[in-house]
């Protein structure tokens, strides 16, 4: 693969086109016209990546088409909630067997889907990958250490998706579990809601440590009951990237709870925030698509109450403590 085709401007993808284009051509696609050539031009993204300067084979451009010139894969780094526009967008010219590699999380609103199932239907010839993991993009930019999964039911296309996307100080780990690893995606960042307002709130150290794994095993379940690996649960697409969201100060998700705890409006701290936080949208997603299952998940739902205003951080945390006794 000599071609890499990167959907999405973000930090996360700005941070993803600057580390593959030291081994790849790029192709950082921006949906602001304005907002590419200015990346063009001045060869870094200030708005959401401060500091990291794009090598000079990361070409940027807002074409739809141009974006994907020459890719012998694209990765989709859009919020899911924008994912379905996008892929609407890319696909009346989106080469036939084009690999998409999605590298959002979260559940669609409304749909309650994963977007693995929105790209499946309007992208019907790509084959599909998630690349998961505990990743925030300023250290990876900066070249720190990091371990990531590459989920993709095929092993062929796993195998060269692997090789295509190898970054140097990344350790990429294979998966054949695309539910799994995107359903770990996406419960990590309302279990990182819940951290930050036990955070916020006061609530001590034990009641995070009690919370982020009482928070790991509603994330398990949620996983098994789709059809999911329970060592996906236990890997780098659930514990490791729930361990970051729920405790690292960069994370969007655990900060907005942090500010909830504290007692600050929903409303105002989105305001403040650059970039989405994908927990928000979820949480009811998830609880939605849980119940349909018949699976139970109290810290989700605890959340999603939080965030639709129907409860206060210390209601929710009496709430949780007077849940029936049961074994672990």
Request: aromatic share 2%; hydrophobic share 50%.
């Amino acid at each position: 693969m000599t071609r890499l085709a990167v959907l999405g401007a973000g930090a996360w993808g700005t941070a993803l086109a600057a580390r593959l284009a030291e081994r790849r051509d790029v192709t950082l696609w921006a949906r602001d016209p304005a907002r590419a050539a200015r990346i063009a031009r001045e060869r870094t993204n200030p708005d959401y990546l401060h500091g990291i300067v794009l090598p000079t084979n990361a070409r940027v451009t807002a074409d739809p088409v141009a974006a994907l010139e020459g890719a012998e894969a694209a990765l989709v780094v859009v919020p899911v909630q924008h994912l379905r526009t996008v892929a609407e967008r890319f696909a009346p010219t989106w080469p036939k067997a084009l690999p998409a590699v999605i590298c959002g999380k979260g559940l669609e609103a409304g749909t309650l889907r994963l977007p693995s199932e929105i790209l499946s239907g309007l992208l019907p010839s790509a084959p599909l990958a998630a690349l998961t993991g505990p990743s925030f993009a300023h250290e990876v930019a900066r070249g720190l250490p990091a371990a990531l999964v590459l989920a993709c039911p095929d092993a062929g296309v796993r195998a060269a998706l692997r090789d295509c996307l190898a970054i140097d100080r990344v350790r990429l780990y294979g998966s054949a579990d695309l539910i799994g690893a995107q359903l770990g995606g996406a419960a990590k960042n309302v279990i990182a809601i819940a951290a930050g307002a036990v955070e916020g709130a006061g609530f001590g150290e034990n009641a995070r440590a009690a919370l982020i794994t009482r928070g790991l095993a509603e994330l398990s379940r949620l996983i098994v009951s789709e059809g999911g690996r329970a060592e996906t649960a236990a890997g780098l697409a659930g514990l490791g990237d729930l361990i970051l969201t729920c405790t690292g100060s960069a994370s969007r998700n655990h900060s907005l709870g942090a500010a909830l705890g504290r007692g600050e409006s929903l409303h105002a701290v989105l305001a403040a925030q650059r970039g989405v936080t994908e927990g928000v949208a979820t949480a009811p997603a998830v609880v939605a698509r849980a119940h349909s299952r018949g699976i139970e998940l109290p810290i989700a739902e605890a959340v999603a109450d939080l965030l639709a205003g129907l409860a206060s951080p210390a209601e929710l945390a009496e709430r949780l403590l007077s849940r029936p006794l049961r074994e672990e």
